[in-house]
């Protein structure tokens, strides 16, 4: 149990399906008396219902925890610059009369979600591998501190981009927030080390798509060696492609992605229990659709 008492439930990346997850609901008998949700961030975009499922989620009870996803952070860029344009399931969220409201929760909220008492750590697409739990969480609250100042606007400005494709220390502002935040929402793989010595950073690939097995020249981010978080639990969506843990049989993580939107299934994970509930769910998109996942 939580320290409310309460069970906690995972679940993945919604992509504006809010059907499956009020039928995931009733299949887990959710009571907000005796259950909290936890999010995996991507509440929005190329779902039929990604106006309703913000508002849904947005007003859901305060202990409710939603990590930012990298199609979340898209939305708060397209509010503040127009660009890319919005597609026609995010336009009725820019055009709503509680629009600034939503967009305010959205902004608001965390990239990484820890729990001291059920030893669990929650983010949309991973943590780099040479870092650290305290690290993590102090970098993951460089980004929040920044999207939740006066001038978030100019942050957003800087926001998309590859580069830098490893850590340093002393990387220049915008680019080390663009890094973090590459990690926490954009992340899957990272080159092969070219040796086997643990002080050289890993490189991000952030254009490979696809399960692991499709990309032998690369490493998912999780398996990469020296990883120091690998005896910590580690909840994450974003990554489709693994089908939930069809793909990833590494210990202490559990991937909860499972395509809903691409006529999958929608998943959750009840901490207490550590048993998986899926429904499967219609298919919204198709393989002529672009997959940016």
């Known amino acids: 149990m939580?320290?409310?008492?309460?069970?906690?439930?995972?679940?993945?990346?919604?992509?504006?399906c809010l059907g499956p997850l009020q039928t995931l609901l009733e299949?887990?008998?959710?009571?907000?008396?005796?259950?909290?949700?936890w999010f995996a961030g991507d509440l929005i975009n190329r779902g039929p219902e990604s106006l309703e499922t913000l508002r849904f989620v947005r007003h859901l009870p305060p202990e409710t925890i939603v990590v930012l996803g990298n199609h979340d952070l898209s939305l708060l860029v397209m509010a503040e610059q127009g660009h890319p344009k919005p597609t026609h399931d995010l336009y009725p969220i820019l055009t709503a009369s509680d629009s600034a409201d939503l967009l305010y929760w959205l902004r608001h909220r965390p990239l990484l979600h820890h729990d001291h008492h059920?030893?669990?750590?929650?983010?949309?697409?991973g943590i780099y591998p040479s870092w650290s739990l305290s690290q993590a969480m102090a970098y993951a609250h460089e980004v929040e501190d920044t999207l939740q100042a006066p001038d978030y606007a100019l942050f957003l400005h800087?926001?998309?981009?590859?580069?830098?494709?490893?850590?340093?220390?002393?990387?220049p502002k915008q680019e080390r927030l663009r890094f973090i935040l590459n990690c926490f929402t954009r992340m899957r793989f990272c080159e092969k080390p070219l040796t086997t010595q643990p002080h050289h950073p890993p490189i991000?690939?952030?254009?490979?798509?696809?399960?692991?097995?499709?990309?032998?020249?690369?490493?998912?981010?999780?398996d990469m060696p020296h990883r120091v978080m690998r005896h910590e639990n580690i909840l994450f969506g974003h990554w489709s492609a693994l089908e939930t843990n069809q793909h990833c049989k590494t210990p202490h993580l559990f991937p909860l992605d499972s395509g809903c939107v691409?006529?999958?299934?929608?998943?959750?994970y009840c901490l207490n229990t550590q048993e998986y509930t899926r429904i499967p769910c219609k298919p919204y998109l198709t393989s002529q659709h672009s997959r940016r996942l």
């Open 262 to 268: 691409w006529g999958n299934a929608l998943t959750a």
């Open 118 to 125: 059920l030893k669990y750590t929650l983010v949309h697409a």
């Open 2 to 16: 939580s320290t409310t008492g309460k069970s906690v439930v995972v679940i993945g990346d919604l992509q504006g």
């Open 158 to 171: 800087h926001l998309y981009g590859n580069e830098p494709s490893y850590w340093d220390d002393n990387l």
């Open 204 to 222: 991000l690939q952030l254009h490979a798509k696809g399960a692991p097995e499709q990309h032998p020249e690369y490493i998912p981010w999780f």
């Open 27 to 37: 299949k887990i008998h959710y009571d907000p008396n005796h259950m909290i949700l």
